[in-house]
């Protein structure tokens, strides 16, 4: 007999949760929807087709045409609607089908009133933000707080965007967690991690690592000091969404668009407040910044992300081989990631029994 989902491991049960809906995701960097052009992103199984006006608007609606359910991604954008390549059927951005192309049929001469489901959209930072949930949430729901972009000079930054085939809540605790140093040990970002202290407030779960940085490479080039004086790190996963902090000076936060059971798309954004000048460690000119981040990004964090990648697919093909095992873990933060993680897909799943409970 299977066993029933509240039965399993609590790992197995948070490997298969959905995320909730009822916040906003980003699914897309803005720079990558031109005026006239459309995609596909993607929220827990449901294909979306994101498109953009000649005007520069932003619609999202379900990626199917209600006519044979061709995908509206391969469809173009035309007049401010989104057109379906099969039979011409037009869509506008609240899904409503506003044109058939061919005859309406014997004796009808008015259109059939036909919606597809469309999706609250906005722009913050250079992403493109989707709120899949209930819609009428969607107003009182805010963004994450951020300081440092949300300043009258914000930190610069450049977005690093991936995809790991790996369930959300893997890639969670692989952020989260710091006892994971020995996989970084030549890239060395962080050594000796202790976790000192952790807690949740609602829900958000924070923890409190003791640990040096003060032996990578860009710690040593570019920090204060050489990262002498850090000696510790804050992170969070203020659900949905997941960062950290180093001194108030070194930031990173995480936007994860959870696509499937074994598919997450990630948005990196690293922060990096005062950058010095090796050797003489003056502060770095702004001229200079975006240069210096753009190749930290592509010469040290995107290789040092491609690592926690490689450990997270091959931990996500483990846990499918072996879903039942025992699961043991010395992190008594973990389970309650995991914990989080659950009530959050009970209460968007199945509302009546998240209140009842």
């Not at 973990?334 to 029994?353: D, G």
């Amino acid at each position: 007999m299977n066993a029933t989902p509240q039965e399993m491991p609590r790992r197995r049960q948070a490997r298969t949760a959905g995320p909730s809906g009822n916040y906003w995701y980003a699914v897309e960097l803005e720079r990558n929807l031109k005026p006239g052009e459309v995609r596909k992103v993607r929220f827990w199984k449901q294909d979306i087709a994101l498109y953009r006006t000649a005007d520069g608007s932003l619609h999202a609606v379900e990626d199917r045409c209600a006519h044979r359910q061709l995908a509206l991604s391969k469809g173009f954008v035309e007049d401010g609607n989104l057109v379906c390549s099969y039979h011409g059927w037009k869509f506008d951005g609240c899904g409503r089908c506003v044109e058939i192309s061919h005859e309406l049929g014997s004796g009808r001469s008015q259109l059939p009133k036909i919606r597809l489901r469309h999706y609250p959209v906005q722009v913050r930072w250079g992403f493109i933000w989707l709120f899949p949930g209930d819609p009428e949430l969607a107003d009182s729901v805010s963004l994450p707080h951020i300081p440092q972009l949300e300043c009258a000079e914000p930190w610069p930054f450049f977005p690093i965007d991936v995809t790991i085939k790996a369930h959300f809540s893997m890639i969670v605790e692989n952020v989260c967690d710091f006892n994971h140093e020995y996989l970084h040990r030549h890239k060395r970002p962080f050594v000796k991690p202790t976790l000192r202290d952790w807690k949740r407030e609602g829900d958000a779960i924070r923890v409190y690592y003791d640990t040096r940085f003060n032996e990578g490479a860009v710690a040593k080039l570019f920090m204060e000091k050489g990262a002498r004086d850090l000696k510790d790190i804050e992170i969070w996963y203020d659900y949905p969404y997941q960062g950290s902090d180093i001194g108030g000076k070194y930031i990173h936060w995480l936007f994860m668009l959870p696509e499937d059971e074994r598919t997450t798309r990630c948005f990196f954004v690293f922060l990096f407040g005062p950058i010095h000048i090796p050797l003489v460690n003056w502060k770095m000119p702004e001229v200079l910044r975006k240069p210096i981040l753009w190749i930290t990004n592509k010469a040290y964090i995107e290789p040092l992300l491609a690592e926690d990648q490689w450990a997270l697919e091959l931990e996500q093909e483990g846990f499918e081989r072996h879903p039942d095992s025992a699961q043991i873990e010395l992190n008594p933060a973990i389970r309650h990631f995991q914990k989080l993680t659950l009530e959050k897909w009970e209460e968007y799943s199945n509302p009546l029994a998240a209140e009842a409970g």
